[in-house]
């Protein structure tokens, strides 16, 4: 059972100082994590959505993608349960989503085209080794984002996001999974992973895609 917190932050309603962060951040490394960021009204909607979907409809997340989806225990462990426009819940994230990819594709030319997400469940002992969303030249995944819906989360519950600045790094950047969290980073740069978590751990994570289709195949496909 996921407890959303009992507090309102100062996201609610219109949230573009938040989009106005992202832009500026990406602009000049490359990410941006900003804890506190969803609003609150929306995460809240959000977590109790969650409370109502059946362990049935989520399912063993792979690697890769498409046809070459295979799953792989030895690399990653969650569940995933994708974000559609059917509930409430759902129609509120993408309708902020809208918003923030308007003011992204406004700000910084990216030419941004559409946007897939689904829930990530990480049960106790999960993880997700590190890896690239999206490599040079070989994905139409142009930003990565993860945003985070878990209340009272301490250093003990392990689970964090590592983010690493280039293929070099072996430091990273540490982000702890805590509700509102909002993270986005350029796909093709920031090599991450998911440290084992120590309890339950939900997250939505998503990526904003440009057209990449052409004469014989449409993308994203239908």
């Known amino acids: 059972m996921i407890q959303p917190p009992n507090t309102n932050n100062e996201t609610d309603g219109r949230s573009d100082h938040i989009f106005e962060r992202i832009v500026t951040d990406i602009n000049t490394k490359g990410y941006s994590i900003n ?7 929306l995460g809240n909607k959000l977590a109790q959505y969650l409370n109502t979907i059946s362990g049935d409809d989520f399912d063993h997340a792979g690697i890769g993608r498409d046809l070459e989806v295979k799953r792989d225990e030895l690399v990653r462990g969650d569940e995933i349960c994708w974000i559609t426009g059917e509930s409430d819940a759902g129609k509120d994230w993408l309708h902020w989503i809208a918003e923030m990819q308007l003011y992204i594709n406004r700000g910084l030319f990216l030419g941004l085209f559409s946007f ?31 945003v985070y819906l878990n209340s009272d989360w301490t250093q003990e519950d392990g689970g964090e996001l590592v983010l690493y600045t280039n293929s070099n790094d072996v430091e990273g950047i540490t982000v702890t999974p805590s509700f509102g969290t909002v993270v986005v980073f350029l796909s093709e740069d920031f090599p991450h992973e998911v440290l084992t978590t120590h309890r339950d751990r939900y997250s939505i994570a998503g990526w904003f895609r440009i057209n990449s289709s052409t004469n014989d195949r449409a993308d994203p496909p239908s």
């Open 116 to 146: 897939e997400s689904h829930f990530s469940h990480y049960a106790t002992g999960d993880f997700y080794r590190r890896h690239y969303d999206a490599f040079k030249g070989q994905a139409n995944r142009v930003l990565s984002m993860v």
């Open 35 to 41: 804890q506190a960021a969803l609003p609150s009204a």
